[in-house]
């Protein structure tokens, strides 16, 4: 063996399944390879089954050496992150997988799979295999670990043994697989996640401990399990190996058939990667319009970000950029409108009350009436502080800011948080709820401490936004205060959730080191405290309060916009066409207005909505019309943000639990423009 320089992607893929669980999408293409690098996972995988699918052939072993290594090859070095190759059964035998290794490496793979079935071999869900003999398939291994030229070029054995000689039979495999030198171990067709915990159990009992692999494919003998469960089970490496190209088939097969029926693509548009969004992944510059020297200008391989005629594209305050993916919430202008995790908002706020909404949220499904009683149980059990944060909130100067009396109250209860040192995925939902429930007495009593009001504490028999209510104004019981908490109950759920704002964002970046969840929702409320991103209902409050009726309101408004100044509650950064909350919540403080006998706040409002729309074209966005009911509710102005955080807390939690389920760490790069590299010059010669 002749030993050549460590790969960084041999190196990095060591690294990586020795220090966490990971999820591994299959790339079937360069282009697919290049998707999965941007959008945030740390290894790919290039599996023989989907480029036989790819090439029209069935997966039984008809991929020669030359076609893997041409194929996975072009895959491996259209990115950065490392790729690991399926090898099927190593192409004969030792002398071939010999062979296979070095054109492995030297096509920039990072590692390589070998299964022990014999070469006329099957897809591993399939019934009908048949193994090779341990002694051949650990002489293969042994050949594979000695052709390396890169030490760190990591040896995965696959066993197929569960359904041909049973479960036993395969850890016995797979113990003598690591003997031989193999680098990591993958199971293959285990059936229950009992077999799987079993199967790391047997392996550690004998002193095994090479990270292990489990294929999380489709419609096999596996049972569905998340990245999370395989973590807990054991496992570093979770594949999914055919995943993206099932899912590309189906779309395709769609279209196609819609465009025979309507003979048109176009209600296919809002599905399809645009063009300028294609360009972007190739890293394609101008659109092809741009020449260098008769040549298509390509941003240089690894290049962080896009080329644009020799500048990196930038988008001052990530204006228009896809910063992550999530599950919780789409944000669209369309029809689609906003959705919490599929559900329309405008069903979640008519029709559900704001526990539904953080249980959804929370658990990923809405709550059964079980479940919903259970979950609110919890939210009363939960809503105690500690001693030494009432001490706290007592000795707070009566000037401080409510906001920062909030941000440092989570810091400390994360200190005392009977999950403080669990950042599991259960733990982190158990301090969601705790949160949850201690966040709106937290602003009460700190605001009734500062104002020398009496102490009082959420009631058993009401709900979340009618202890709230309570909480901060003493009103329950009354016809007007279960009006005025249904309507805060629906302003709750309007502001729960709202993708990647900016302190959403900024507990994702800083839960993406994974800290705990008290430190990443503290980042949240830091941020949520800048009057560029919170305060704006207390601002149109204060803005009510000065027009002062309906007829100054016009004037008013008029004589503001002549000196250029800002009207607050409208215009939004990602929403250019209206917020579709603001028609829901615009309703419900008309209603209460009604209910309240004191419309003046609702006309004032409608009357500057008006003239917004008449002279700028600008519709309110939710904070607008949010004032207007709180206002009604005599909500203390000073707590309309802490408010929105017993809200938005939610949301918060929701995200950082989603970062860290399958987290990478946010880095991103920042454009130079300083001066250019100059020499140092000594202290005793500086003018």
Known sequence: MVERKRSPKTSRLRELLAT??????????????????????????????????????PDIGLLTLSDMASEAGRIARSVSIPTIVDADTGYGGTLSIAEAVWAFEESELAGMQIEDQETAKKCGHLSGKSLVPVEEMTAKIKAAVHAKRDPDFMIIARTDARSVEGLEAAVQRAAAYAEAGADALFPEALESAVEFRTFVRELTERGITVP???????????????????????????????????????AVERLLAELKLFGSQKDWLHRMMTRRELYSLLRYTDAGEHREGGRMSIAM???????????????????????????????????????????????????????????????????????????????????????????????????????????????????????????????????????LAQIPLMIATSYRFVSGKPLVRPQGDLTFAENLLYLLTDRRGSDEAKAMAHVLDVSLTLYAEHEFNASTFAARVTASTMTDLHSAVT???????????????????????GIGSREQAEAWVREALRQK???????????????????????????????????????????????????????????????VAYLLMEIPRT?????????????????VIEQQDRNRLMRPRALYTGPPKREYVPLDRRT
Not at 615 to 627: H, Q, S, V
Request: hydrophobic share 45%.
């Open 20 to 57: 966490r669980t990971l999820a591994i999408p299959g790339a079937f293409n360069a282009l697919v390879a290049m998707q999965i690098e941007r959008a945030g996972y740390e290894i790919a995988y290039v599996s023989g089954a989907a480029i036989s699918a790819c090439r029209g052939m």
């Open 212 to 250: 292990l692999i489990a294929n999380m494919t489709e419609f096999g003998k596996t049972p569905l399990l998340s990245v999370a469960e395989f973590e807990r089970l054991g496992y570093r490496g979770v594949l999914f190996p055919v995943t993206g190209l099932r899912t590309a088939l189906q």
């Open 301 to 435: 391989k690894g290049s962080l970000v896009d080329e644009v005629k020799g500048r990196p594209a930038y988008s001052p305050g990530l204006e228009g950029v896809i910063a992550g993916e999530s599950a919780l919430c789409l944000v669209d202008e369309g029809e689609a409108g906003l959705l919490y995790r599929g559900y329309p908002i405008r069903d979640l706020a008519e029709d559900g009350t704001f526990e539904e909404v953080a249980y959804l949220l929370l658990f990923g499904h809405l709550p059964n009436r079980l479940e919903l009683a259970d979950f609110s149980a919890q939210l009363i059990h939960h809503a105690v502080l500690p001693h030494f944060l009432e001490v706290f909130l007592g000795a707070v100067p009566s000037g401080s800011h409510p906001m920062d009396m909030v941000r440092t109250g989570v810091s400390l209860l994360g200190m005392v948080d009977p999950d403080a040192a669990d950042n599991s995925h259960e733990a982190n939902v158990r301090k969601s709820v705790r949160l």
């Open 523 to 545: 980042s949240a409320i830091g941020t949520l405290k800048g009057p560029l991103h919170g305060g704006a209902n207390e601002a149109v409050a204060e803005m009510f309060l």
């Open 565 to 627: 100044q800002r009207i607050m509650g409208f215009g939004h950064r990602v929403l250019k066409k209206g917020d579709s909350r603001s028609a829901i919540i615009q309703r419900h403080a008309e209603s209460l207005s009604w209910i309240c006998g004191d419309r003046r706040w609702y006309e004032i409002a409608t009357a500057v909505d008006q003239v917004m729309e008449q002279e700028k074209g600008l519709r309110p966005n939710l904070d607008f019309y949010t004032a």
């Open 639 to 655: 707590l309309y943000t802490p408010v929105f955080i017993c809200s938005r807390i939610t949301g918060w939690c929701a995200h």
